[in-house]
């Protein structure tokens, strides 16, 4: 069963070309901080750009944010790359024939529902400034531990 890291892929992204204004933002070099191939990060720089998050000028590898960081939402990032999907999903392939597998989804899904609505209120409180303010606490923190 294969999951989606789309979201994560791309917050990553945002984060690197935050974080590294004067560096190399080639689709190489994000693919190879997201440990990715430079088609999947193209691909989702190309969905961030659609959703108006960032900016970018087709051979100069120099994107850029659109907005400001406390205003793009971890829901509008998952939108822009994930669309619509729900973050939970059923099994639609259960036997038609039999009362659990008929029953069980359509009760699933009434919670499922309720799930995605609160996820999406928590995610539409998160902000990039907020990933990246606790990137830097969690950098501070961890260069103080040694190995």
């Given at each position: 069963m294969k999951y989606s890291t789309k979201l994560s892929d791309a917050v990553h992204i945002l984060a690197f070309i935050v974080l590294n204004p004067n560096g190399s933002l080639t689709s190489?070099?994000?693919a190879e901080s997201v440990h990715t191939n430079p088609g999947c990060v193209r691909q989702l720089m190309?969905?961030?750009r659609r959703a108006g998050l960032?900016?970018?000028?087709?051979g100069h590898p120099k994107p850029?944010?659109?907005k400001e960081l406390s205003t793009i939402t971890l829901?509008?990032?998952?939108?822009?790359?994930?669309g619509e999907k729900p973050l939970l999903h059923l099994d639609t392939h259960t036997n038609p024939e039999c009362g659990v597998g008929i029953y069980i989804q359509l009760s699933l899904q009434d919670f499922f529902d309720q799930i995605q609505e609160k996820a999406e209120e928590e995610m539409k409180s998160i902000t990039l400034q907020d990933i990246l303010d606790r990137y830097q606490k969690k950098t501070v923190h961890l260069s103080k531990i040694s190995f």
């Open positions: 190489d070099s994000i190309s969905s961030l960032i900016s970018s000028v087709k850029s944010l659109t829901l509008d990032i998952y939108r822009a790359v994930e």
